[in-house]
């Protein structure tokens, strides 16, 4: 079965503090890949997404993620965080030729708490 | 505007009891999804529906029935309301079948079963 992994339940870190959040998947086919944030209180909004091409990717707010394929691995990066960055960060795949079947997988999600 | 928007935001009900969930989206999608995130913030989908076709239908109990009036719409009816349904559901909505749609989320619908 399909599923997507996040290394980091629990993330802390002091504002300008460097973040890598780790998100691996498991599927042999091409997919498309998300990273969703979560306010508190809020709904998820889409950070970035990778469908084809380079690899590095830009989202919103500073943040980046790179595709390795090889790894299966799609980490988020942001060079230097800020209090406002406190949310859950969910990694999230589509199989790419999912005959419109486009379910989301999500990854149980990452808890970044920014202290100043 | 609301791109998507669910109500009622919060519903606090007793066991057993019949409630339903309305979801509207205004961005001209074919395409919704009814997700549920449990008490340890983990995502799953239940349901999709394109142009009022149910096309997902992930393993839920029958109690939770979707329905989809028109394609702006997706409301979730669930009967018999049972502990373990207490969760958020989230509505969302993407713009065609293709995977590469991203999918937009409204803000939720805290369901607390007493």
């Known amino acids: 079965a399909q599923s997507v992994s996040q290394h980091n339940h629990h993330v802390i870190l002091s504002e300008a503090a460097s973040l890598e959040l780790g998100c691996n998947y498991s599927?042999?086919?091409?997919?498309?890949l998300f990273w969703y944030v979560q306010y508190p209180g809020q709904h998820l909004q889409l950070l970035l997404k990778?469908?084809?091409?380079?690899?590095l990717v830009k989202g919103i707010k500073g943040f980046e993620a790179e595709f390795i394929k090889s790894k299966f691995s799609f980490n988020l990066r942001k060079p230097s965080v800020q209090w406002s960055d406190t949310a859950e960060y969910f990694c999230?795949?589509?199989?790419?030729?999912?005959?419109?079947?486009?379910?989301?997988?999500f990854g149980a999600g990452t808890r970044l708490a920014v202290h100043p | 505007d609301t791109a998507v928007s669910q109500t009622p935001k919060y519903l606090v009900t007793q066991m057993g009891n019949d409630k339903s969930i309305k979801c509207e989206q205004n961005?001209?999608?074919?395409?919704m999804y009814w997700y549920k995130q449990d008490s340890k913030k983990f995502l799953k989908i239940m349901f999709s529906?394109?142009?009022?076709?149910?096309?997902i239908n992930e393993t839920v109990p029958n109690r939770f029935s979707p329905k989809s009036p028109d394609k702006a719409h997706l409301n979730l009816h669930i009967n018999s309301l049972e502990l373990g349904d207490s969760a958020v559901y989230f509505c969302?909505?993407?713009?065609?079948?293709?995977?590469?749609?991203?999918?937009?989320f409204g803000d939720g619908t805290r369901l607390s079963i007493l």
């Open positions: 969302a909505s993407s713009g065609g079948q293709g995977s590469n749609q991203p999918q937009h």
């Open positions: 599927y042999g086919g091409t997919v498309n």
């Open positions: 990778y469908f084809s091409g380079d690899p």
């Open positions: 999230a795949v589509i199989p790419a030729f999912s005959g419109g079947y486009n379910k989301l997988i």
């Open positions: 961005l001209g999608h074919d395409t």
């Open positions: 529906y394109n142009n009022k076709e149910l096309i």
